[in-house]
């Protein structure tokens, strides 16, 4: 099997788990690994690792999100998407879009965010959703996250609720539900996710993504070489150069950031970054 990306459409009512368990079997490799889940809920781009690029998996990680979701104010739910348990109901009647479009603009920026406490954050080496469901009473402490742009695409008044769908595109780790469930709280009505689909993760978008029915029909990876150069500032090197990264040597190189190093036919070596003056490795792939 090559090693390369798959970038998977994912759809609704399956884990990221479930995913990756069904690429293995169409891929014939239990290599297989993800960059950053999705809820059972939400659908669209997962990206995962075959074989050797799994090692490329963590330094996607830390690549910009986007997404496009339906936030419902007037429900607070326990789990803050439509899968909680109602916790509050508030009449929306008395909001009016600008006071919405107002209030939504407030998460743009550099913010302090809780998680939900149904997230996959850790509390003392244990996932929190799964303390939630043991009963147990989780609160996680706020966390630094960045939403580098949200728009408002529409509000649509529906009785005693309001929806708002919105476009968001922020940092790796930024919850979309916990932006949904402190939108509801500003405005003083409470609010959680009902729809939530994720149009990219770094350069990877939905124009490359793929059904599991089409991988089914068709497997067959994105390589290696392709995914670096997309995701990471690029250089070719000549082959005494290459020789040297092969042995993960450091480079008389000028590099501006974590760059994806070639050999002079074109094959992806390895991740480099500026530091202490010189170019070093950060991992080698062959």
């Known amino acids: 099997m090559t090693s390369g ?13 479930d995913v990756v368990a069904r690429v293995r079997r169409l891929a014939g490799t239990r290599k297989v690994g993800h960059a950053g889940t999705l809820d059972p809920m939400a659908t669209g781009v997962l990206v995962l690792g075959v074989e050797r690029a799994t090692r490329l998996l963590g330094h996607l990680m830390l690549t910009e999100k986007a997404y496009d979701a339906t936030v419902r104010l007037g429900v607070a739910t326990t789990t803050d998407d439509a899968e909680g348990e109602v916790t509050a109901a508030a009449s929306t009647s008395g909001l009016d879009e600008a006071t919405v479009r107002a209030a939504a603009a407030e998460f743009v920026g550099t913010i302090e965010q809780v998680p939900s406490a149904v997230s996959a954050v850790k509390v003392d080496g244990k ?3 799964a303390r939630v469901r043991a009963g147990e009473d989780v609160v996680l402490e706020p966390r630094t996250v960045t939403v580098h742009e949200l728009v408002v695409r529409d509000v649509r008044p529906a009785g005693e609720t309001t929806d708002v769908d919105v476009s968001v595109r922020c940092s790796s780790g930024t919850y979309i539900r916990a932006i949904a469930r402190d939108l509801g709280a500003a405005l003083g009505v409470g609010g959680h996710l009902t729809a939530l689909r994720r149009t990219s993760v770094g350069p990877y978008d939905l124009s490359v993504a793929r059904t599991l029915e089409s991988l089914a029909e068709d497997f067959a990876v994105l390589p290696m070489a392709a995914a670096a150069r997309a995701a990471f500032a690029s250089l070719d090197l000549d082959a005494e150069q290459a020789t040297d990264v092969r042995f ?3 480079l008389d190189l000028d590099l501006a950031g974590v760059s994806a190093l070639f050999d ?3 094959e992806f070596l390895a991740l480099y970054e500026p530091r202490d003056g010189r170019a070093r490795a950060v991992a080698v792939f062959v």
Request: hydrophobic share 35%.
């Open 127 to 129: 996932r929190a959703y």
């Open 264 to 266: 002079p036919a074109g």
């Open 248 to 250: 993960g040597r450091s």
């Open 5 to 17: 990306l798959v970038v998977v459409d994912k759809p609704g009512a399956m884990t990221s788990h």
